[in-house]
């Protein structure tokens, strides 16, 4: 990290200073990594048209948290990952098998999930108030730690975008068609909700529940509207998320408000920008 502490000393902030404010160059660094992640991912989620599906995820990772924190975990974030992968996979078999809808699905999961996780986090008279931090995240929290765990999910989500994402985008648009060319859909199918399930779980205690959703969705949202082939699509994606994040981060420093929601308001600023310019077109 001394090298990443190094580098941002030569920005023009007084935050940037040497041997200061560490916390803020950690933030900066995890927005870094974490908005890419959030960009490959709402490409495919807004494809899918599975928008809200994030939403029950991050139900099914906070309920982990409680399963964790229940158990007596040092790390309950670990349980939130399990708890949210195994749920992705429930919610992939029941698509495929039952034929059932995308939307009800979610819907049948989230509410089930959210409903687990407040009985739990308050059995026994317990407080919820314990959990309010999951809520709106703190990303200035983030440690070093966390954040070369980040650096290691976005590798591997880059080689499951770059092996994978032909077939991904085929079962998703046209499961029928993608069966006929060999491609085992609920296989691929599952790797795909199973990168959402982690990268929603990892990142909720930085960014937030009640905007991790629409840092899945926006970043793609805008990009479809002005991109004209895949390529300039995960591009304005990647880089519209890349740059409303440092934005938002720097918005929340300056005015003391929530970085993830922050980051949120850009990103729908960016993605009325680019419905103004689609219409233009």
Same mark, same amino acid.
């Given at each position: ?29 995890? *927005?870094? !990594?974490?908005?890419? =992640? ?9 494809? /899918? ?7 029950? $995820? ?15 975990? @040092? ?13 992705? &996979? +429930? ?18 999961? /989230? ?23 999951? +809520?709106?995240?703190?990303? #200035? ?7 070369? #765990? ?5 590798? #591997? &989500? ?5 092996? @994978? ?7 998703? !648009? ?23 399930? *982690?990268?929603?779980? !990892?990142?909720?205690?930085? *960014?937030? &529940? ?6 899945? *969705? ?16 995960? $591009? ?5 998320? +890349? ?14 408000? @929530? ?7 850009? #990103?729908? !600023?960016?993605?009325?920008?680019? &419905?103004? =310019?689609?219409?233009?077109?």
């Amino acid at each position: 990290m001394s090298f990443w502490y190094w580098l941002v000393s030569f920005l023009p902030f007084e935050w940037a200073a040497p041997g200061t404010m560490l916390f803020m160059k950690n933030a900066l660094l995890a *927005v870094l !990594v974490i908005t890419p =992640l959030f960009g490959l991912l709402s490409t495919m989620v807004v494809e /899918s048209r599975m928008a809200f599906f994030s939403d029950a $995820l991050g139900h099914s990772a906070f309920t982990g948290m409680a399963i964790g924190a229940l158990c007596g975990l @040092s790390q309950p974030t670990w349980a939130a990952v399990i708890f949210a992968v195994v749920i992705a &996979l +429930l919610f992939t078999l029941v698509r495929q098998k039952t034929r059932m809808a995308s939307d009800t699905a979610i819907s049948v999961f /989230s509410s089930a999930a959210v409903a687990l996780g407040i009985f739990l986090s308050t059995l026994g008279g317990q407080s919820f108030t314990k959990f309010n931090t999951l +809520l709106i995240g703190d990303i #200035l929290s983030v440690a070093p730690k966390e954040i070369a #765990l980040l650096a290691v999910i976005l590798v #591997l &989500l880059v080689v499951l975008w770059v092996t @994978s994402f032909n077939h991904m985008m085929l079962s998703a !648009v046209h499961q029928a068609l993608a069966d006929s060319r060999g491609i085992k859909v609920v296989w691929k199918n599952f790797l795909f909700t199973a990168a959402i399930a *982690v990268v929603v779980t !990892v990142t909720m205690t930085w *960014v937030g &529940l009640l905007v991790i959703n629409a840092l899945l *969705v926006l970043p793609g949202a805008a990009a479809r509207n002005i991109a004209r082939n895949l390529s300039q699509y995960h $591009l304005i994606a990647i880089l519209g998320g +890349l740059v409303c994040g440092i934005g938002g981060l720097m918005l929340s420093y300056y005015v003391g408000a @929530s970085a993830g929601a922050s980051i949120t308001l850009l #990103l729908a !600023v960016w993605f009325f920008v680019t &419905l103004l =310019l689609r219409g233009t077109q």
